[in-house]
C-alpha cells in the first residue's frame, strides 16, 4: 500500500513537471514567434533603408552632376573559386598585378557571386526615370568575354535575362499602371550598332544601304534618319526583336574570343507619354550601350580586316575616353564629335542627361593587365561631371495635342510582323 501511495505521489510530482515544461514550451514558443516577426520587421526596416540609402545616393550623385560607375566581376569558367590577384570588399576592389597593389572604389562594386537581378535592382530608378522625361543612358565597358552581353542582354535561362529585357519589363509595367492617372505611352524600339564608324540598322531589312544620319533633337536627344522603329507593347516582341538585331550584328572571331562582338550596339528606347487631363506630354530614352571589346591591338592578334575593326574600336574608345577626361578637367570644348559613338552619346553626356557606366572585368590573373586598364578608365569616369543638372523634357500640350516631334525620316514600323 505504502508503495502505491509512494508512486502516486511520485507520478504527481512527475505530472506537474510535465504541465510546466509544457507551460514553459508554450511561453518559448511565443517568445520565438515575437522574436521571429521582430526579426521579419527589422529585415523589412532594413529593406525599406537600403532603399533609402539608394535614392539619397543617387540624389547625391544627380547633385553633384556624377557619373555613375558600377563594376562588376565575372566568375571564373569552370571554377567556384575566388581570384587570388582579385578582392573585392563593399564598393571597393583591390588588384595586384606585378607585385604591386592597386585600389579603386566605385558607386558599386558587384562580386562574382552578383546576380542578374542584383545589378538591376540597383539600376532600376535610373531605368524608372526615363518614364520620368530624362534621357538615360547605361554604357557595358570592358574587355573582350567579361561580361558585357550578358550583364546587357543575358540569356533566357531563368534568372539570367540582362538589364535590356528587365529595363523593358520595368517601363511597360509601369507605364501600364501610370494609365490609371491618365498618361497614355506610346513606345518605340531602335538597335543600332556602330561598326568600323559606319552606323548600321540592325532591325532594318537585310541588305538595305540606306545612309543613317546622326541628328539631335531638343525632345529626344539624339534622332538618327532612316533608322528602323518599332513599336512595343509587350515582351515577345522584345525577344524577337533582340533575336532579329542578334543575327544582324557583326560577330567575328579573334584569338581572344571566338565570338567577340566588333561592333557597339545600341538599343534604344524612346517613351512618349501624353496626359490629356493635366494637359502635359513627356519625352523620356533609354540607351543601352553594349562596347565594343577593349582589348589591346597586340593582344587581339588582329590583322587585315580585323586589324582595320580593332582600331576603329580603339579610336572611338579612345574618344570616349577623351569625353570624360575633357569633363573631368572642366574644358569648356567636349570632343563629342571624333567618333559616331561619342556623338551619337552626346546629348545623355552633355549635362542634361543621366548616365552610368558599367565596366565589367575578368578574373583570370593573365588578363591582370586589361583588368587594371579597365579600372583606370572606370576610375576617371568616376571622376568626371556630366556639367550640368539632368533636365527633365515635361511640356504643357496646347489644347489637349500632343507635339508630333519626329523620331525618324522615312521607315516608321509600327509592328515586329514588319520585321525581318
Ligand atoms: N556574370 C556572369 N555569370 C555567368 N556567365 C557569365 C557572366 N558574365 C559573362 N558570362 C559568360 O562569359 C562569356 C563571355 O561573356 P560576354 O559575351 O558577355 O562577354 P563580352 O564582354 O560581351 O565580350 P565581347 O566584347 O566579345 O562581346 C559568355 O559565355 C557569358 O555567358
Known amino acids: 500500500m505504502e508503495a502505491i501511495t509512494e508512486l502516486r505521489l511520485t507520478v504527481d510530482k512527475l505530472s506537474k513537471q510535465v504541465e510546466c515544461t509544457k507551460a514553459e514550451l508554450h511561453s518559448q ?96 530608378g535610373l531605368v524608372q526615370s526615363a518614364l520620368d522625361g530624362f534621357k538615360v543612358s547605361i554604357f557595358a565597358y570592358g574587355q573582350t568575354g567579361s561580361g558585357k552581353t550578358y550583364t546587357m542582354q543575358g540569356s533566357s535561362t531563368p534568372g539570367a535575362l540582362g538589364l535590356i529585357p528587365r529595363s523593358i519589363q520595368q517601363i511597360l509595367q509601369a507605364s501600364e499602371a501610370m494609365k490609371a492617372s491618365g498618361w497614355a505611352w506610346t513606345l518605340k524600339v531602335s538597335f543600332l550598332e556602330v561598326y568600323n564608324e559606319v552606323l548600321r540598322d540592325l532591325l532594318g531589312s537585310e541588305g538595305s544601304n540606306l545612309v543613317h544620319v546622326i541628328k539631335h533633337d531638343d525632345a529626344w536627344g539624339t534622332v538618327v534618319t532612316n533608322l528602323t522603329l518599332m513599336e512595343v507593347s509587350h515582351m515577345e516582341q522584345i525577344s524577337k526583336l533582340m533575336e532579329t538585331a542578334s543575327r544582324a550584328r557583326s560577330v567575328g572571331a579573334t584569338d581572344m574570343n571566338a565570338s567577340s562582338s566588333r561592333s557597339h550596339s545600341i538599343f534604344a528606347l524612346y517613351l512618349h507619354g501624353v496626359n490629356r487631363e493635366q494637359r502635359s506630354e513627356l519625352h523620356g530614352a533609354l540607351h543601352l550601350v553594349d562596347l565594343a571589346g577593349s582589348e589591346r591591338l597586340d593582344k587581339s592578334g588582329s590583322t587585315g580586316e580585323r586589324l582595320k575593326e580593332t582600331q576603329n574600336i580603339n579610336r572611338s574608345l579612345s574618344s570616349l575616353a577623351d569625353v570624360f577626361l575633357a569633363k573631368a578637367e572642366g574644358r569648356s570644348h567636349i570632343p563629342f564629335r571624333n567618333s559616331k559613338l561619342t556623338h551619337l552619346m552626346e546629348p545623355c553626356l552633355n549635362g542634361q542627361g543621366k548616365t ?12 591582370a593587365h586589361e583588368t587594371l586598364c579597365s579600372l583606370r578608365f ?35 514600323f509600327t509592328s515586329l510582323r514588319h520585321a525581318k
Open 378 to 412: 572606370a576610375s576617371q569616369v568616376s571622376q568626371c561631371t556630366t556639367g550640368g543638372k539632368p533636365k527633365r523634357h515635361l511640356r504643357p500640350v496646347a489644347n489637349g495635342n500632343a507635339s508630333t516631334a519626329k523620331l525618324a525620316s522615312s521607315r516608321s
Open 29 to 124: 514558443q511565443g517568445n520565438i514567434s515575437r522574436h521571429q516577426g521582430y526579426i521579419q520587421s527589422l529585415e523589412s526596416q532594413l529593406a525599406v533603408a537600403e532603399c533609402t540609402r539608394r535614392e539619397l545616393h543617387n540624389v547625391i550623385q544627380e547633385l553633384k552632376g556624377n557619373i555613375r560607375v558600377f563594376c562588376r566581376l565575372r566568375p571564373q569558367f569552370g571554377s567556384s573559386g575566388a581570384s587570388q590577384h582579385l578582392q573585392v570588399a563593399e564598393n571597393k576592389l583591390n588588384l595586384d598585378h606585378m607585385n604591386e597593389q592597386y585600389g579603386f572604389s566605385f558607386d558599386r562594386v558587384f562580386a562574382e557571386s552578383s546576380s542578374q537581378e542584383a545589378i538591376f535592382e540597383e539600376v532600376r
Open 356 to 367: 552610368l557606366m558599367l565596366v565589367t572585368i575578368s578574373p583570370e590573373a593573365d588578363h
